[in-house]
Nanobody, 128 residues
Framework: VQLQASGGGLVQAGGSLRLSCAASGGTLSMHTMAWFRQAPGKERTFVGAVNWSGESTHYADSVKERFTISRDNAKNTVILQMNSLLPEDTAVYYC??????????????????????WGQGTQVTVSS
């Protein structure tokens, strides 16, 4: 499955952005989906994940209560809603798909090796 992330841009601190991840060449319905981000000069890190049905999510501590992941399997799309953005949220954001449907996202979803398909990334810049 090929992933295409979009929706990035420049926003002031405190603002919101909505990122989308669209799939082609396959269905996302039986995949766990996640978002990662890579800030300039830093390693790529986990942002959050949603299980195949959309009923379970897990987030990095740094984005809890501010970011929300949802999915629409009928549209083959995953959404990352980002609110109350901070300058430290500035990064390239990547969506990723994993064949694993193991229930405990808090146990495994943050490991990049679990994801087989990656989108190309979309830049998010938050100005202070």
């Amino acid at each position: 499955v090929q992933l295409q992330a979009s929706g990035g841009g420049l926003v002031q601190a405190g603002g919101s952005l909505r990122l989308s991840c669209a799939a082609s060449g396959g269905t996302l319905s039986m995949h766990t989906m996640a978002w990662f981000r890579q800030a300039p000069g830093k390693e790529r890190t986990f942002v959050g994940a949603v299980n195949w049905s959309g009923e379970s999510t897990h987030y990095a501590d740094s984005v809890k209560e501010r970011f929300t992941i949802s999915r629409d399997n009928a549209k083959n799309t995953v959404i990352l809603q980002m609110n109350s953005l901070l300058p430290e949220d500035t990064a390239v954001y990547y969506c990723a798909a994993s064949h694993s449907t193991a229930r405990r996202l808090d146990v495994w979803a943050r490991y990049q090796a679990k994801y087989r398909s990656w989108g190309q990334g979309t830049q998010v810049t938050v100005s202070s």
